[in-house]
């Protein structure tokens, strides 16, 4: 039963790569209903998180949302940090759909504290970009660069364009330290 749910789930992944969603919800509801036969909760929540990926593509937040949710209360209950805080990374980017910046901000800082206790440098730093992002969007510019600073800072093999958005930030933070 998990070998198929595992199939199920690896095809649901490569079609939700190939942006056939609705394949790919279709695939990833049966990996959750195998995996709740074989009694694994874990892949449960995860198949939630995946299908809450794909509402979000479509642009069904609120669907995305309500089964983000019901994934975070999961791992929470497990005391599963590292899917907690992924799970809370990628509500953010449901909340930022939503317009709601507060929240998105919020569950950004809560994934970004849980990385960096885990140790997960690329996942901190990732996030602490999305969270530089959303400070710049929202027009706190001197917040935002001091964000990118920071995330950049845990990257490796920087493209050409972070690079000078690291130089650029660190000059921005430079700038609103006076």
Do not use: C, W
């Not at 206790?117 to 990732?126: D, H, N, R, T, W």
């Amino acid at each position: 039963m998990v070998l198929k749910a595992n199939e199920l789930q690896e095809q649901g992944v490569k079609l939700y790569d190939q942006h056939d969603y609705e394949a790919a919800a279709r695939l990833f509801q049966q990996a959750k209903e195998a995996y709740a036969e074989a009694s694994q909760h874990d892949m449960v929540a995860e198949m939630k998180v995946n299908i809450g990926l794909v509402h979000r593509a479509l642009g069904e937040n609120q669907q995305a949302l309500e089964l983000m949710q019901e994934a975070q209360r999961a791992f929470q209950e497990a005391g599963d940090k590292l899917r907690l805080a992924q799970v809370l990374g990628n509500m953010g980017g449901v909340y930022l759909a939503l317009s709601d910046r507060e929240q998105a901000f919020h569950v950004y800082r809560q994934a970004a504290d849980i990385f960096l206790e885990l140790g997960e440098k690329k996942l901190y730093s990732e996030t602490m970009l999305a969270i530089g992002s959303l400070q710049v969007r929202g027009g706190k510019f001197f917040n935002g660069a001091a964000y990118y600073q920071i995330g950049l800072e845990g990257l490796e093999n920087l493209t050409p364009a972070q690079k000078l958005i690291k130089r650029l930030s660190a000059l921005v933070s430079a700038l609103g330290n006076r």
